[in-house]
């Protein structure tokens, strides 16, 4: 069973921040109620890969402030440009994707693409999450659609995303 990611201080101090954008994703078709890999990374021998970056408290200064607008392609049940709805979530997985080792549930994504219109600093943040991932294990985003956007395709070009991971080493 998968342990929860969680806001780790060491860690908000720590190693690099890399955004995942929203032409990044995968171009792949959404199952309602399935977790669907959109974004994988497979963490390097000499690297560690954690999730979200810095604080917590938006007034230290260091956070990652996200957002995240899924469209679809018009392949599939969507039209193109349609919102893609349901929940991301981050996670950590063994070297083959399959097994998830950690689990951090991000958002609903109708709350994250309404994000994209804030000021930076008025957006949610997603700190930085231990445990990390090491060697071979990989980081991924999932979503878990929702009934409406069953069968949906995400189209990475028209999709928008900011979504922090941090690399240590």
């Not at 101090?13 to 171009?27: D, I, L, T, W, Y």
């Not at 977790?35 to 917590?56: H, N, Q, S």
């Not at 200064?61 to 440009?81: D, V």
Request: proline share 6%.
């Amino acid at each position: 069973m998968p342990t929860p990611l969680s806001y780790n201080t060491e860690l908000a101090e720590g190693g690099n921040s890399r955004p995942v954008k929203g032409a990044m994703f995968k171009q792949t078709t959404l199952r309602a109620g399935n977790d669907i890999v959109v974004y994988e990374e497979t963490c390097p021998a000499d690297k560690y890969l954690f999730w979200g970056f810095g604080y917590r408290n938006k007034q230290a200064g260091n956070a990652s402030h996200i957002y995240a607008q899924l469209k679809a392609s018009g392949n599939g049940t969507g039209t193109a440009g349609d919102a893609v709805q349901g929940d991301l979530e981050a996670v950590i997985t063994d070297s083959e994707g399959r097994d998830v080792l950690h689990r951090y549930t991000i958002g609903d994504l109708e709350t994250l693409a309404n994000a994209a219109g804030d000021p930076r600093t008025e957006r949610p943040i997603m700190p930085a999450l231990a445990p990390i991932a090491r060697e071979d294990q990989r980081i991924q985003l999932r979503v878990i659609a929702d009934p409406a956007s069953d069968g949906v395709e995400i189209d990475p070009s028209a999709s928008s995303a900011r979504i922090y991971y941090g690399k240590l080493g």
